[in-house]
């Protein structure tokens, strides 16, 4: 996968013109095209194309069309991008000093906009009432950096979800520093209150896939009342 540059661009699978995405040369993690969003996008379009085919026959894997999502930590917005072309109604969320990017890229992919996108300020742990009912889908690539920032993202995947929201969570293994002790502890806290499930590297996009690129498939634990 090329580098970061001034803009990025994501062909569709079938090879046509896609989405294209401005970055800022410098600032924070929310300003750049990561890996794990082209992962987690080409890997959500992939999907929707195995459930249109399999509607006809049976239940369907992945139906996007008219169902609510929501971007956590959306940086540039490509995924919540990907997802509204599919014909989801997207909130793509991050802090205000993002905003900016991700409206202008909003504006730039709109005519590849089936769904619906908006973008709105959202701080992990704080409120998240604006943000209820809960999505059908919750979205995050490469969320887990900080281990700082571990407690108030829970918090926020917990007063989100709902008991049918899905929550796809892409991310990309580093084995630099703190990372390792960060993603375990990471793991290790969201199993408390959710049931997550890896994708198969199999099941990613052909093209958009790498070994220490991971995607999760996660749902809040049922609760258990006593009988």
Request: proline fraction near 4%; include cysteine.
């Amino acid at each position: 996968m090329a580098s970061p540059g001034l803009e990025r661009a994501l062909a569709r699978r079938d090879g046509s013109a896609g989405l294209r995405l401005g970055q800022r040369g410098a600032g924070g993690t929310g300003c750049v095209v990561w890996d794990a969003a082209l992962v987690l996008a080409r890997f959500l379009e992939k999907a929707a194309e195995e459930e249109e085919e399999a509607a006809a026959a049976g239940p369907a894997g992945l139906p996007l069309r008219r169902k609510a999502a929501l971007e956590l930590g959306a940086g540039t917005g490509l995924v919540g991008l990907m997802a509204a072309s599919l014909g989801a109604n997207v909130t793509v969320t991050d802090l205000d000093e993002v905003q900016d990017l991700l409206k202008m890229n909003i504006e730039n992919n709109r005519h590849l906009i089936t769904g619906s996108i908006q973008a709105k300020v959202l701080k992990w742990g704080e409120e998240v009432s604006d943000f209820l009912p809960a999505p059908d889908y919750i979205l995050m690539a490469d969320c887990i950096y900080y281990e700082e920032s571990l407690e108030p993202l829970l918090k926020t995947l917990k007063d989100l979800a709902g008991p049918e929201t899905t929550i796809f969570c892409c991310y990309e293994e580093r084995t630099m520093g703190k990372n390792p002790e960060v993603e375990r502890k990471y793991f290790e806290l969201l199993q408390r209150d959710f049931d997550l499930e890896k994708v198969p590297l199999e099941k990613h996009d052909e093209e958009y896939r790498s070994e220490d690129i991971h995607i999760f498939i996660i749902r809040k634990k049922k609760a258990i009342f006593p009988s």
